[in-house]
Every structure is written in structure tokens, then in C-alpha cells.
């Protein structure tokens, strides 16, 4: 059974750096094909695709937000690492991982985590 | 880049069948698979339809995915409708490397 769960800080404060790890189980992401998704939906807002990680190490970023944002993976822990620099009140969102496949196959979705950028 | 366009909202009364429609701006709907997910406040979101048309084991099959070049769409069919299918519905799919989603479809079960 595949699951993902999503962890870090729930409030940061404008201009910080948000760091949000993936844990996931049920699969490996040294496995060919494999690759993790992040996700997040403002509050009222629609789904927004932020990036992806592949098992080759591959990594994609949204057009929008690349300039701020980092991926990173531990094999070894089964986890994908997110970092957000220079946080602003308008980032504050449900913040998903997910294993979203290009290739096929039923897409798989952590529980969420709320993040508040506030002063 | 590619669009999905979603209708904002829909509704419909319980026991009837609603349909949702997923328009791909430009390059071909049969390009990527297209998946639909499920949203409900407070739960994570569910894939409902995977492949195109595709059910994950679990979803009922009163749901159902199709998609049709002629109008370069997908569309979510939900049968039967129940309370319980009250939700924000999204399509998906891929450009190139990139994950689009629609906009977000919100039904309403009354």
C-alpha cells in the first residue's frame, strides 16, 4: 500500500524559508519510473503544481516558482525534502506531495499540511 | 503550455447523473493520460479516475472517464448521484514534465 504524509512547520513568518519533507512508504524512489509530486491549494483557491523529483534525480519546477524552490531526496529514508524561500502571506496553503505518474497508474496523495505565512 | 478548463460549478439532485468537462487549450487531449481527483474538506484527495477511464479499486463504478477528440475534452460522469459525491472535482494531466490541473469543478448534490 502506498502512502505519503507531509510534515513541517505550520506558521513561518514573511521572508523565511519553508522546508517540508515527504515521507513515503509502499514504494522506492530508486525504483525506475518513480518520482514525487508537490502540490499545494490556497485557502478557497485551486490546485497549484509546484514540482517534481524523479528516481534518476531529475527534478522540474514550475515555471512561476522556480526561483524559489528546491527539491531534494534521501533515498535511503524514503523522502522527498521541499524548500520555499522568501515566504510571503500569499503562499499560505494546503501543501500536498503526492505520486502523480506520467506513465500511468492510480495518482496517490499525502494528508496535507496547512502552512501560514504570517507575521 | 496547455490549459484544462473546467466548469466552476454543477449541480444536480441525488439519484440523477452529472457530468464534468475537463477542455485541453491546445495539442491533443489523447497526448497524456488524464486523471480526476476527489477533494472533500478535511480529507486528502482521491483519485477517482486514472488513464483516462480508469477506476482505482474502491471507487464505486457509478464514476466514470472518457475522453473525445472531437472536442479535445475529458469528461467525469458520476451516476446515481449521491450526498456523499459533494465535492470539488479536478482534472489533470501532464505537459511534457509538468503537472497541469484544472481549475476545479465544485458539485453541488441537492
Known amino acids: 500500500q502506498v502512502t505519503l504524509r507531509e510534515s513541517g512547520p505550520a506558521l513561518v513568518k514573511p521572508t523565511q524559508t519553508l522546508t517540508l519533507t515527504c515521507t513515503f512508504s509502499g514504494f522506492s524512489l530508486s525504483t525506475s519510473g518513480m518520482c514525487v509530486s508537490w502540490i499545494r491549494q490556497p485557502p478557497g483557491k485551486a490546485l497549484e503544481w509546484l514540482a517534481r523529483?524523479?528516481?534518476?534525480?531529475?527534478?522540474y519546477y514550475s515555471t512561476s516558482l522556480k526561483t524559489r524552490l528546491t527539491l531534494s531526496k534521501d533515498t535511503s529514508k524514503n523522502q522527498v525534502v521541499l524548500t520555499m524561500t522568501n515566504m510571503d502571506p500569499v503562499d499560505t496553503a494546503t501543501y500536498y506531495c503526492?505520486?502523480?505518474?506520467?506513465?500511468?497508474?492510480?495518482?496517490?496523495w499525502g494528508q496535507g499540511t496547512l502552512v501560514t505565512v504570517s507575521s | 503550455n496547455f490549459m484544462l478548463t473546467q466548469p466552476h460549478s454543477v449541480s444536480e439532485s441525488p439519484g440523477k447523473t452529472v457530468t464534468i468537462s475537463c477542455t485541453r487549450s491546445s495539442g491533443s487531449i489523447a497526448s497524456n493520460y488524464v486523471q480526476w481527483y476527489q477533494l472533500r474538506p478535511g480529507s486528502a484527495p482521491t483519485t477517482v479516475i486514472y488513464e483516462d477511464n480508469q477506476r482505482p479499486s474502491g471507487v464505486p463504478d457509478r464514476f466514470s472517464g472518457s475522453i473525445d477528440s472531437s472536442s479535445n475534452s475529458a469528461s467525469l460522469t458520476i451516476s446515481g448521484l449521491k450526498t456523499e459525491d459533494e465535492a470539488d472535482y479536478y482534472c489533470q494531466s501532464y505537459d511534457s514534465s509538468i503537472v497541469v490541473f484544472g481549475g476545479g469543478t465544485k458539485l453541488t448534490v441537492l
Open positions: 503526492a505520486r502523480i505518474s506520467p506513465y500511468g497508474g492510480a495518482a496517490v
Open positions: 523529483i524523479d528516481w534518476d534525480d531529475d527534478k
